[in-house]
């Protein structure tokens, strides 16, 4: 619901801690920290066009993708706005093959940071909107060790303490849940501040566009193309054929679906049998705000907050978005409909 009342992230933060009994504001702390980089990446991807920041660099990440600039940069802002607060115990990045350790002599504290840097890469370079997502966990180790182990990483996404997104779009908007609603904020580049802009979002319970990269379509199962096609296919109370909206931008192409409902879809096959989309730091954190907002999130089959995570990259199937139109998704997966 929008809000015409002043609040800033800060504020909201501070007044959110007031509700967790016993916080220590140490969680405060890690959201000012991370705010602080979504604002300086938001600078940089505004001026992309002018900074020689486009483009690719000559490295490749875990996933053998050719790592942009752009990425690269984002992935290094985060880590130094995050590595010396002394709330976290260990970090992972999509950019990075391994755990990203907090350096010496720096604190370590109770929290675990998982993130995106800068999500929908390809579409940097030609000003499409792109990015940032992040998931916050509780590590599960004792304090005493100190750095943080993959048993922290690996937790189930239903114990994280918080999860969101930052839009760099025709505004930077950051979106974010500690497990009592969703809001969104908006960034005034003139103060300097995120502003609450809507506060308590609710996804609709279904909607009318649909989104998925159709050019794969050919080596989808048969149930999939059975679900598109029945979606395509006008009906008599004119709720399809849906739309088709896709961007290429998980984090552009959900907030969509945050805002207007309907689906999107990640699906595995036969190129990608477990889907591109990864579990840690895009699937769990996302389905955190969707389901946080009402709707659902999948992997066709199982809950994607329920799914055991065996490893930090690992890549997971999404069906997410409205419950209705996910619900209907997985009827037909199960080849109740056709
Ligand atoms: P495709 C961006 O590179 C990304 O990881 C997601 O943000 C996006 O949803 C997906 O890949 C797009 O992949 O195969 O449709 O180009």
């Known amino acids: 619901m929008l809000t015409n009342k002043i609040t800033t992230i800060e504020r909201h933060i501070t007044e959110e801690q007031q509700v967790h009994k016993g916080a220590t504001g140490e969680f405060s702390r890690l959201m000012r920290d991370l705010t602080l980089a979504i604002r300086i990446i938001s600078r940089e991807v505004r001026r992309a066009g002018l900074n020689d920041i486009l483009g690719l660099t000559d490295a490749y990440n875990v996933h053998g993708e050719n790592q942009k600039k752009l990425d690269t940069y984002a992935n290094d802002v985060i880590f130094r706005a995050m590595d010396h607060g002394g709330h976290l115990c260990v970090m992972g990045s999509e950019e990075s093959d391994d755990l990203i350790q907090i350096p010496e002599p720096y604190e370590h504290g109770k929290y675990v940071l998982l993130y995106d840097p800068l999500d929908g890469s390809s579409n940097i370079d030609v000003n499409a909107t792109i990015g940032t997502i992040f998931s916050v966990y ?39 849940t500690t497990g009592h609603g969703v809001n969104i904020f908006t960034y005034d580049p003139t103060v300097g501040e995120f502003f609450l802009s809507s506060a308590n979002v609710r996804i609709p319970k279904s909607g009318k566009y649909y989104s998925i990269n159709e050019g794969n379509s050919s080596l989808w199962s048969d149930e999939l193309k ?113």
Request: aromatic letters at 10%.
């Open 138 to 176: 509780r590590r599960v180790t004792p304090d005493y060790l100190g750095k943080g182990t993959m048993d922290d990483v690996l937790q189930p996404g239903w114990h994280q303490v918080a999860a969101g997104y930052a839009c760099y779009g025709s505004s930077t908007q950051l979106i974010y």
């Open 226 to 338: 059975r679900y598109i096609e029945y979606l395509k296919t006008p009906s008599e109370d004119n709720k399809r054929p849906m739309g088709l909206r896709y961007i290429g931008s998980a984090v552009a192409d959900i907030h969509r679906t945050l805002l207007y409902g309907g689906i999107f879809i990640y699906p595995a096959d036969r190129k990608s049998p477990r889907g591109k989309l990864r579990l840690m730091y895009e699937a769990n954190p996302l389905a955190m705000i969707i389901e946080q907002a009402g709707g659902r999130a999948t992997d066709g089959v199982k809950r994607i907050l329920e799914l055991q995570p065996t490893e930090l990259h690992e890549r997971v199937p999404l069906y997410i978005g409205s419950e209705d139109n996910v619900l209907e998704a997985e009827r037909f997966l199960r080849g109740e409909e056709s």
